[in-house]
């Protein structure tokens, strides 16, 4: 079945480490997201690609960092920069074009402490 | 800005039609409305999404009024897994600018 897969589930850091989550799709999208979730919020876009090798901030991309080296895999790196990275993390993709609905994968709750 | 109004929580029965509206009065001509719904610790899940007409899929329907500054998203016959939050958005690019607002939502909760 076609999909977009975030690993790992769960993950945990020390406070200072950068961490690179995981994102792929094998759905042929040409655009990827990355979004944060806080508690009772909705979500927020960090940063997104509409082609290979080309990506734009969103709106809270500060302390973020992402690369499109192929066109199945978006993985976002948290650096040490980043203020309050404990949230839960979402990697969506579309076609990129005209009204083409988000497909999101389950998420990746990053705990720094 | 949030586009769009929901109220922040409802109740259905099991079994029974569950009715979520929405309040866009500020939508644009070339805006659509899409639904998803967020379970529980997932990722949102899309359901729907439609212009003027109304719009049925294996999910859900989707009503929107004819000055399109309101819609209803209709599940049929609710069962205790869909109970979930529920986004509606009115958006002109279906997230290919990836700037889709998810506001708050209604916190759907189907009883037994």
């Known amino acids: 079945d076609g999909g977009i897969t975030q690993s790992p589930k769960y993950l945990f850091r020390k406070e200072g480490q950068n961490v690179t989550l995981s994102c792929e799709q094998n759905l042929n999208h040409d655009a990827m997201y990355w979004y944060r979730q806080d508690p009772g919020q909705g979500l927020r876009l960090i940063y997104y690609?509409?082609?290979?090798?080309?990506?734009q901030k969103g709106d809270i991309a500060e302390g973020y960092s992402v690369s499109r080296e192929k066109k199945e895999s978006f993985p976002l790196t948290v650096t040490s920069a980043q203020k309050n990275p404990t949230a839960f993390y979402l990697c969506?993709?579309?076609?990129?074009?005209?009204?083409?609905?988000?497909?999101f994968g389950n998420g990746t709750r990053l705990t720094v402490t | 800005d949030a586009k769009t109004t929901q109220p922040p929580s409802m109740d259905c029965a099991e079994g029974r039609a569950a009715n979520l509206p929405c309040n866009h009065s500020?939508?644009?001509?070339?805006?659509?409305v899409y639904w998803y719904r967020q379970i529980h610790s997932q990722g949102p899940q899309y359901i729907i999404h439609?212009?003027?007409n109304n719009e049925t899929n294996e999910m859900a329907s989707l009503i929107i009024t004819e000055d399109r500054k309101s819609s209803t998203l209709i599940l049929p016959h609710a069962t205790l897994r869909d109970t979930a939050v529920y986004y509606c958005i009115v958006d002109n690019y279906g997230g290919s600018q990836g700037n889709l607002i998810f506001g708050k939502g209604t916190k759907l909760s189907v009883k037994p």
């Open positions: 500020t939508i644009s001509g070339n805006e659509y």
């Open positions: 690609s509409q082609i290979v090798n080309d990506f």
């Open positions: 969506a993709s579309n076609l990129g074009l005209g009204n083409s609905p988000l497909h």
């Open positions: 439609g212009l003027k």
